[in-house]
């Protein structure tokens, strides 16, 4: 099976910064997109950046300027630099991975990892 590790969320002050990693690991043949989403209380899963196998990236219009999505092929990881964070980036981050295993292609999703921006 496959599992996605996040790590890297924690309490931040407005205009700090944190570094979100994301490890997949199990029987992989192959990780395309990899990506983040983020889901405040209250709130719908959002897309915050994804990451193809070839390096093109997509982000979310609010966090535009601030996040750096990156990837590490070799190491099956999916990194988030967020810096200029802010009270609204607060939320759960989950790790996205379009993977294919020996015999399929499936969608996994992390656990979650806590971001929290507050004075």
């Known amino acids: 099976q496959v599992q996605l590790v996040e790590s890297g969320g924690g309490l931040v002050q407005p205009g700090g910064s944190l570094k979100l990693s994301c490890a997949a690991s199990?029987?992989?043949?192959?990780?395309?997109?990899m990506g983040w989403y983020r889901q405040a209380p209250g709130k719908q899963r959002e897309l915050v950046a994804t990451i193809g196998s070839g390096g093109n990236t997509n982000y979310a219009d609010s966090v535009k300027g601030r996040f750096t999505i990156s990837r590490d092929n070799a190491k099956n990881t999916v990194y988030l630099q967020m810096n200029s964070l802010k009270l609204e980036d607060t939320a759960v981050y989950y790790c996205?991975?379009?993977?294919?295993?020996?015999?399929?292609?499936?969608?996994?999703w992390g656990q979650g990892t806590q971001v929290t921006v507050s004075s």
């Open positions: 996205n991975a379009d993977i294919k295993v020996i015999l399929s292609r499936t969608n996994y």
């Open positions: 199990g029987s992989i043949f192959m990780i395309y997109a």
